[in-house]
């Protein structure tokens, strides 16, 4: 498998604009998640999914962040507009189903500079 | 309240040094997993391990090794005859199965391994 694909992996964009990073989970996951690592802040979780629902979105900063899930094989998370201070890596991870006891595996991530 | 705290922000140590990275957990419920990502300079996390709450036994893998104490609700790993590719973050996680798939993530040890 290929494991958990994101794109872009670096995205340089001015404030203002809208971003768009997307997220294919490995085949087979039923858990996707969104992570925001920071310096400042760490490795932070924005939300999670489960069988393309959203279960917990509590770690959202703003209404400036939306997540989707249309269907079992692709996430998008959009930042609009977008501010210097969501300047940050972005991870996107899947599990294989619900109850917790199973590992994430981690994309390689996004690096976002909002300038 | 922080769920997951690693308390050793960065540790160095010299080539084939034995180094134990400290994770200390809170939890009230019965039933947790936790896990152990590294993270290395090129950003990827990469698992590492998973243990649940009611499989005390330490594991050994090669150079690394887990010691999980429920009596101090710890679950430490040491890098035996550390080696410059040991050098990244390390993150424990936990896992509580009445969250669901909820991750809590520590705030990591920077790990320098000097040759």
């Known amino acids: 498998d290929a494991g958990v694909i994101q794109s872009p992996r670096h995205e340089v964009t001015e404030m203002g604009q809208e971003v768009t990073l997307r997220c294919k989970p490995i085949?087979?996951?039923?858990?996707l998640f969104w992570y925001r690592q920071t310096m400042m802040r760490g490795l932070e979780l924005l939300i999670y999914f489960n069988n393309n629902v959203p279960i917990d979105d509590s770690g959202m900063p703003e209404d400036r962040f939306s997540a989707k899930m249309p269907n079992a094989s692709f996430s998008t998370l959009k930042i609009q507009p977008s501010e210097p201070r969501d300047s940050a890596v972005y991870f996107c991870?899947?599990?294989?189903?619900?109850?917790?006891?199973?590992?994430?595996?981690f994309g390689p991530g996004t690096r976002l500079t909002v300038l | 309240a922080q769920k997951v705290t690693q308390a050793q922000t960065e540790i160095s140590v010299v080539e084939k040094e034995d180094v134990t990275l400290d994770c200390v957990y809170e939890?009230?419920?019965?039933?947790?997993?936790l896990f152990w990502y590294k993270q290395p300079p090129s950003g990827e996390l990469v698992f590492l391990i998973r243990?649940?709450?009611?499989?005390?036994q330490n594991e050994i893998s090669g150079r690394y090794s887990w010691n999980f104490q429920k009596s101090t609700s710890s679950f430490n790993f040491t890098i035996t005859a550390s080696q410059v590719v040991d050098s990244a973050v390390y993150f424990c996680a936990l896992s509580e199965i009445g969250t669901g798939n909820q991750f809590y993530f520590g705030t990591g040890t920077s790990l320098t391994v000097i040759p």
């Open positions: 085949s087979g996951h039923n858990s």
């Open positions: 939890t009230r419920d019965t039933t947790y997993y």
């Open positions: 991870a899947s599990s294989l189903d619900g109850g917790g006891n199973n590992e994430q595996f």
């Open positions: 243990r649940n709450s009611f499989d005390e």
